[in-house]
């Protein structure tokens, strides 16, 4: 059984970095063909894809916040790290970790989510 | 690369059918089978309910099904039931990003 859980801080000072962690069982990263993504949802608005990191290490972003984000793993430990720097309040939003099979190229598991509110 | 377009919105009655589409272009949805969508209900994570264009994963009902002609891609939502309404949200494979959503589709059940 996949499980995938998100912890962080709820609340980031404007112009901080964020920095969420994704704990999974069920799989191992080591795995081929598996990736665990970040997804953010803005309140009321639709979901975002952020980052992606496979078995093989390999890293993909989001181009319009790649240069703000950062995703690592540790296979050991069963988790994924994304950072996001320079944090603004619009960037107040429920982050989702997601488990990635790239044999079908989609998302199957989900996390519950994490709500991480910027404001001074 | 742009968003995949959805209607926002979209309605039917206990028993209808309902399609909701998703456009994107040669590059993301025309170009791969690699389309999903997802169901949300309010203050809940998405489930994945259809992949590789019509693909059910175990546990979805057979009402909901899948299909794509050209740079659209298609859900249908047959014999409507309440629980139905929900945020539906398709995602495609892209040739330069693995990952483009669309804006997502709210559904009613009047």
């Known amino acids: 059984q996949i499980t995938l859980k998100e912890s962080g801080p709820t609340l980031v000072k404007p112009t901080q970095t964020l920095t969420l962690t994704c704990t999974f069982s069920g799989f191992s990263l080591s795995t081929s063909a598996v990736g665990v993504g970040w997804i953010r949802q803005p309140p009321g608005q639709a979901l975002d894809w952020l980052a992606l990191?496979?078995?093989?290490?390999?890293?993909r972003y989001s181009p319009s916040l790649k240069r703000r984000l950062t995703i690592t793993k540790d296979t050991s430990k069963n988790q994924v790290v994304l950072t996001m720097a320079d944090m603004d309040p619009v960037d107040t939003a429920t982050y989702y970790c997601?488990?990635?099979?790239?044999?079908?190229?989609?998302?199957?598991?989900w996390g519950q989510g994490t709500l991480v509110t910027v404001s001074s | 690369q742009s968003a995949l377009t959805q209607p926002p919105s979209a309605s039917g009655s206990p028993g209808q059918s309902v399609t909701i589409s998703c456009t994107g272009t040669s590059n993301d949805v025309g170009g791969y089978n690699y389309v999903s969508w997802y169901q949300q209900h309010p203050g809940k994570a998405p489930k994945l309910m259809i992949y590789e264009v019509s693909k059910r994963p175990s546990g979805v009902p057979d009402r909901f099904s899948g299909s794509k002609s050209g740079n659209t891609a298609s859900l249908t939502v047959s014999g409507l039931q309440a629980e139905d309404e929900a945020d539906y949200y398709c995602i495609s494979y892209a040739v330069s990003n693995p990952v483009i959503f669309g804006g997502g589709t709210k559904l009613t059940v009047l």
């Open positions: 997601a488990h990635r099979d790239t044999a079908m190229e989609t998302f199957d598991y």
């Open positions: 990191i496979y078995w093989d290490d390999d890293k």
